[in-house]
């Protein structure tokens, strides 16, 4: 199984403020997922990146793959209390096809008004 | 627009207890998922599925649990013999086909085994 690293596990900041959460692996990944969660609920897809390198926008969220398909990085620009949740990232279990996805433990995002 | 729908939404049991967790997977999707999430935990995969069959299962996935699509449209994980370590929000995902792995996820069955 590959693994996914998160950071920070923790993130709170005041409205405004930009904002930036990783998603690390030592592992190559042909994918990676980025979701949210919020509690008691399941997992909601934001964005699916595949090339490295690749740069995904999606409002003020800002995702990227890098360039040798091991990590990502979701940045938010000008953060909103409806940012907050839990944001994970997300790849194939034994790296390609369809396979079931491996979870990083999230970051729990907190934006205070 | 379409959604995985997941029933019951909370089911409790009795330690040694068989039950089963119902999914209604996205309609034109193929490939049919179950995960696990204990509390405060990371979600787990447990089984991928796919033409009938088991394509991918992970160590969780042991002899007490089995999976099957006994119609059209339904998708069920039975756990034969509860534990109390098999508390757990269960959640049932599907997917149009393999490569990227856009998975859709239903809202989850919470399953409290007493």
């Known amino acids: 199984t590959q693994l996914l690293e998160q950071s920070p596990q923790f993130l709170s900041i005041q409205e405004g403020e930009n904002l930036t959460v990783y998603c690390n692996s030592s592992?190559?990944?042909?994918?990676l997922q980025w979701y949210r969660q919020e509690p008691g609920e399941g997992p909601v897809l934001l964005v699916t990146?595949?090339?490295?390198?690749e740069v995904k926008k999606l409002k003020r969220l800002t995702f990227q793959f890098g360039d040798a398909r091991k990590d990502s990085s979701l940045h938010i620009t000008a953060a909103q209390p409806g940012d907050t949740g839990l944001y994970l990232c997300?790849?194939?279990?034994?790296?390609?096809?369809?396979?079931?996805?491996?979870f990083g433990k999230g970051t729990h995002l907190i934006i205070q008004p | 627009e379409p959604e995985v729908t997941q029933t019951p939404s909370h089911q409790v049991t009795q330690m040694g207890q068989e039950v089963i967790l119902r999914c209604v997977p996205i309609?034109?999707?193929?490939?049919f998922y179950w995960y696990r999430q204990i509390l405060g935990q990371k979600v787990e995969f447990l089984v991928s599925?796919?033409?009938?069959?088991?394509?991918?299962k992970s160590e969780i996935f042991d002899d007490q649990f089995s999976v099957e699509r006994p119609d059209g449209s339904n998708f069920t994980l039975k756990i034969r013999s509860t534990k109390l370590e098999d508390s757990a929000m269960y959640f049932c995902?599907?997917?149009?086909?393999?490569?990227?792995?856009?998975?859709?996820f239903g809202p989850g069955t919470r399953l409290t085994v007493l």
């Open positions: 995902a599907s997917s149009v086909a393999g490569d990227l792995n856009e998975q859709f």
């Open positions: 599925f796919y033409n009938n069959e088991i394509s991918e």
């Open positions: 997300a790849g194939p279990w034994r790296g390609g096809g369809a396979d079931g996805l491996t």
């Open positions: 309609s034109n999707h193929l490939y």
């Open positions: 592992s190559v990944f042909s994918s």
């Open positions: 990146v595949v090339t490295g390198g």
